[in-house]
C-alpha cells in the first residue's frame, strides 16, 4: 500500500468517526488529591466568542468537569477579547476558533478568527501575566489560530497530521522520544491524540508532542485529500509545546479532541478522554493547566 492510499484508509475512518460528535455527559475522570477545594480555585475561561467548535456548554463539557473536579471555576468567554475582558481570568482557553466565512464552509481561505485588535490585547495580557491554552486543530482551525499564535512565535500549518505507521490513533511514548520528558509530561508515558494539525516553535519553546514519521497535507476543503494535495514531512513539526511569555505562560496544540470525551458516528463510538487508550490524557490537561496555573 502506498503512503498516498494508507493516508486515504485513515482519513475514511476519521471521517466515519468524526460525523454527530456530541459530548459523553457521562464521562468522568477521579483526582485523588484536587489542587484546590471545590470552587475555590483560579478563573478558567473557555473561550466561545469566536465561532469555537468547542466550547464550555458544548462538545468542551467533559473538559470543564475534569478541570471543575480538580477545583477549578469554569466560566465561559462570550465577549470580544479585551483588557477589560480578560482582567478577570487567571487562565485563558481557546478551542478551535473559526472566521465566521467558515462555519459552514471549510474551505480555504482561512482567515483569522480574531481581530489585530484582539490579538494585541491577548498577547499583552500573557506578557503581564496570563496564562494561555491555544488549541487548534486539523484545517480549517489551525488556519483560523495562526495570526493569533504567530503573534507568540508559533506558525501552524493549515494541514491535517497523519501517522505514517497507518495507525487509526496517533500515539506518543516516552520510549520513542516522541513524547518529551518534562514538567507537562510528568506521571505520564503514553499520549494519544486523534490527527489535528502541526506548528513550529520559536526559540525558547519547549516541544513535547514530535511529530516523526508523518505526512502532513494541505488540502483545499477539509478531508478532500488528492493525488496533488500539498505535502510537508513531519519533522521539525509538533503537536504541543510550553513556553514562558514575559511574566505569563502559553502552551500550544495542534489538536482539541484529545482534551475531552466524545461520541461520533451511529454506534457513538468514544473519542478523547474517554478512550480507554487516552486515560493519561487526563492527567497531561491537569498537568498543563497546574503549569499554566505557577502550581
Known amino acids: ?75 465561559s468567554n462570550d465577549v470580544p477579547l479585551t483588557p477589560e475582558a480578560l482582567k478577570t481570568y487567571r487562565i ?65 500549518l493549515n494541514c491535517f497530521a497523519f501517522d505514517n505507521r497507518r495507525r487509526s490513533l496517533e500515539r506518543f511514548f516516552k520510549s520513542n522520544g516522541t513524547l518529551a520528558s518534562n514538567a507537562l509530561t510528568q506521571s505520564i508515558d503514553t499520549v494519544i491524540t486523534f490527527t489535528g494539525s502541526a506548528f513550529r516553535i520559536p526559540p525558547g519553546a519547549a516541544p513535547f508532542l514530535l511529530l516523526r514519521d508523518y505526512t502532513l497535507l494541505s488540502p483545499e476543503v477539509a478531508w478532500q485529500f488528492e493525488e496533488n494535495t500539498p505535502a510537508t514531512r513531519g519533522e521539525g513539526y509538533y503537536q504541543g509545546a510550553s513556553m514562558s511569555y514575559g511574566k505569563g505562560r502559553v502552551v500550544v496544540m495542534g489538536e482539541a479532541a484529545m482534551f475531552t470525551a466524545q461520541l461520533s458516528g451511529p454506534n457513538r463510538s468514544p473519542v478523547g478522554l474517554n478512550r480507554p487508550e487516552a486515560r493519561q490524557n487526563n492527567q497531561l490537561l491537569l498537568n498543563i493547566i497546574h503549569w499554566l496555573d505557577g502550581l
Open 1 to 75: 500500500m502506498s503512503t498516498y492510499a494508507a493516508i486515504l484508509f485513515q482519513v475514511l475512518f476519521a471521517v466515519s468517526a468524526l460525523g454527530q460528535q456530541i459530548a459523553d455527559t457521562t464521562f468522568t475522570f477521579p483526582i485523588a488529591r484536587p489542587a484546590y477545594a471545590f470552587g475555590q480555585g483560579s478563573v478558567v475561561a473557555v473561550d466561545a466568542a469566536h465561532n469555537n467548535f468547542h466550547t464550555l456548554d458544548g462538545r468542551y463539557a467533559p473538559f470543564g468537569k475534569v478541570l471543575a473536579n480538580d477545583g477549578y471555576r469554569l466560566v
Open 92 to 156: 485563558f482557553v481557546i478551542s478551535n476558533p473559526l472566521d465566521s466565512s467558515n462555519t459552514a464552509n471549510w474551505q480555504l481561505p482561512t482567515p483569522s478568527a480574531f481581530s489585530d485588535t484582539e490579538i494585541s490585547a491577548l498577547n499583552t495580557w500573557v506578557k503581564a501575566g496570563g496564562s494561555l491554552l491555544l488549541i487548534a486543530d486539523h484545517m480549517p482551525f489551525a488556519g483560523a489560530a495562526h495570526d493569533l499564535a504567530k503573534s507568540f512565535g508559533f506558525d501552524y
